[in-house]
């Protein structure tokens, strides 16, 4: 039962240049998203969030849309960084009820 | 250091034992929850504590119980271990009585059932 889904696995990119890392998801109730990041031996830690009633929310190098039509969010990372590189989980706030994860390489 | 401690770090069951995993937060947050995540997937909700009760659960079976305690901190206990349960368990408290949850993970206890 994959309500909320990342379709990539991994996903490797230049320094500097922009990440794209996508959500999709199936039930249209929400009233949240979040986006988490995790590195090896830790926790996940919180990245950003966006409201089903924005389609943009952007907090420095870190930027997610929301489609509701298409019941798509990306999260956009420029310019990316090494240090960017970690696992990103797509969470859907109302049951908290997370995606696979993308991994993220940002090679120098 | 998110000031959400576990214990331990990682332990080795054989099935059909059980497992008690510890969580405790330096904020003393009054909401804990606990997360497993299975290799290549993303953590998955067992259940929630606000004061001391449950106070929501994901689709875990009755041999995943917890307990939290009035100095916040917080136990999984997991009994009759199966080999399916080999994961890594997450405790997170939580911010935003309003809005988005804001979750503080701890860095986990990775269990392996053999």
């Known amino acids: 039962d994959q309500q909320v889904k990342q379709n990539s696995p991994s996903l490797s990119v230049q320094e500097g240049r922009i990440s794209i890392l996508n959500c999709d998801y199936t039930n249209s109730m929400f009233d949240y998203f979040l986006w988490y990041k995790k590195y090896p031996a830790e926790g996940p830690t919180f990245l950003i969030s966006i409201s089903s009633i924005k389609d943009k929310n952007e907090d420095g190098r870190f930027t997610v849309f929301l489609n509701k039509s298409a019941k798509h969010l990306s999260l956009h990372i420029v310019p990316s960084q090494p240090g960017d590189s970690a696992v990103y989980f797509c969470?859907?706030?109302?049951?908290?009820?997370f995606g696979a994860g993308t991994r993220l390489t940002v090679k120098p | 250091e998110t000031g959400v401690t576990q214990s331990p770090t990682h332990l080795i069951k054989t099935r059909g034992q059980q497992v008690t995993l510890r969580c405790s937060s330096q904020s003393g947050h009054n909401t804990v929850s606990w997360y497993q995540q299975a290799l290549g997937q993303g953590p998955q909700f067992i259940f929630q504590?606000?004061?001391?009760?449950?106070?929501g659960r994901g689709n875990f079976p009755p041999r995943f119980s917890g307990l939290q305690f009035p100095n916040y901190s917080s136990e999984l206990n997991v009994n009759a271990l199966e080999l399916d349960d080999s994961a890594l368990y997450l405790c997170?408290?939580?911010?935003?009585?309003?809005?988005?949850?804001?979750?503080?993970f701890g860095a986990g206890s990775r269990l392996t059932v053999l």
């Open positions: 969470v859907r706030n109302n049951d908290m009820r």
């Open positions: 997170a408290t939580q911010t935003g009585s309003y809005g988005a949850n804001v979750l503080t």
């Open positions: 504590y606000y004061r001391e009760e449950e106070n």
